[in-house]
């Protein structure tokens, strides 16, 4: 995904977001993503939850919608700046997420997911760049893992220094 979020989390009982810098003896050390990138620990008795964990939920009832994925759809429509804020009214919002992702469950996605999702994002786009998605696609003729492939000078060259070979 082009938002790298696995060292990114939010901290229950604090606002913003947290880059996580090390574990420590009671907890983790954290920095904070703003202007000021403060360091601070966050006790283990704190909820720590990491954006590459966190997904909203869609109509189907099994399947979450990551949030990386959902950032891509939101940077794919309106780039780096989002239309919305936390303070944008009710309807705002709900047409906001609808428009970014039509299957999300009206039911369970309350309006604090959604504007945690808008604040999360303004912050996450200021602080990290977006970098393409890369099509990794081998070339025509090259096989699709090296792993266990085998050139055909190899196949035939049983020498010493390959203690598997067979003679």
Do not use: C
Request: glycine share 6%; net charge negative; no cysteine.
């Amino acid at each position: 995904m082009p938002y790298d979020l696995k060292e990114l989390a939010s901290i229950s009982g604090q606002p913003g977001l947290f880059r996580l810098v090390r574990p420590a003896r009671h907890g983790v050390l954290v920095e904070s993503l703003d202007a000021k990138a403060t360091r601070s620990l966050a006790p283990a008795s704190n909820k720590v939850s990491l954006l590459s964990e966190i997904g909203m939920y869609t109509q189907d009832s099994d399947e979450t919608l990551p949030l990386a994925e959902i950032f891509e759809r939101i940077y794919q429509k309106h780039g780096a700046n989002v239309p919305v804020t936390s303070k944008s009214s009710e309807s705002e919002l709900t047409s906001f997420l609808a428009d970014v992702m039509p299957e999300y469950d009206r039911d369970r996605v309350y309006l604090s997911d959604i504007k945690k999702l808008a604040t999360w994002y303004g912050i996450v786009s200021q602080h990290l760049p977006y970098t393409e998605a890369s099509a990794e696609e081998p070339a025509a003729g090259e096989p699709l893992s090296t792993g266990g492939v085998i050139g055909e000078t190899d196949a035939n060259d049983t020498a010493a220094g390959n203690p598997e070979a067979t003679k």
